[in-house]
């Protein structure tokens, strides 16, 4: 029997990750200078407080009432250091989703070169994306994107780039493997199956966005999402 097509479905009993912080904000005192030449780890320790604050005052205040000289300001480097290290303000935002999206898919490409059966993949997928979707960065992030794409398509163009379009190339190319497709109904259309699964994950995204799904037990919303992966196993994947 194919164990990608018989192996239930294991959300509920996959390990718990680290929750990752969801403000942007680092305590300052750990960038604190010290005298003489900077180190390697202090370099890094205060470039890495600079995407915090920047994280931070963008949802605090609006990506584009925001400006570099403000940033610079709280997190005390000068403006040059930010045109140096990243090139501009979308760029600093780009290492703010960059940041935000290691804390939850740490190893960007393993999805490609995963030999687990397909329903473990995919299961460990659903749970790292659900716990993205619902974090309070992320949703602050997904309201001021909304919000202000119309009049900033730039900040747009740099969200989706960054963040949901690096979602849906990883699951293109896990996809798009020979293996993979072998297990689903020849008639899937394979180019719908990274949106269909998002989706899937996501559930009714417009609720969560307006209300944040309070009240709701994690237990019942866990069921939830369940119940949701379980569909596009059924969707995708002949009977066993």
Known sequence: MDKSRAAPNQINNLPEQDAPDASFVT?????????????????????THLVHTAGYLFLQKGYSKVSLETIAREAHVAVRTIYVKFGGKPQLLKAVLAHKRASFFPDMGAMERDTRPFREVIDEFAQRMW??????????????????ARFNPELAETFYQNGPGLTRAMLEQYFARPDIRAQMYPDTPFEQLPAHLINSVIGDFTMHLLFDEQGVPEDEQRRQLQQRVELFYRSVLPPA
């Open 27 to 47: 305590d300052a005192a750990c960038c604190a200078k010290s005298p003489g030449r900077p180190k390697a780890a202090d370099l890094e320790a205060r470039l």
């Open 131 to 148: 716990k993205l979707v619902r974090s309070p960065g992320a949703l602050a992030m997904h309201r001021m994107v909304a919000a202000e």
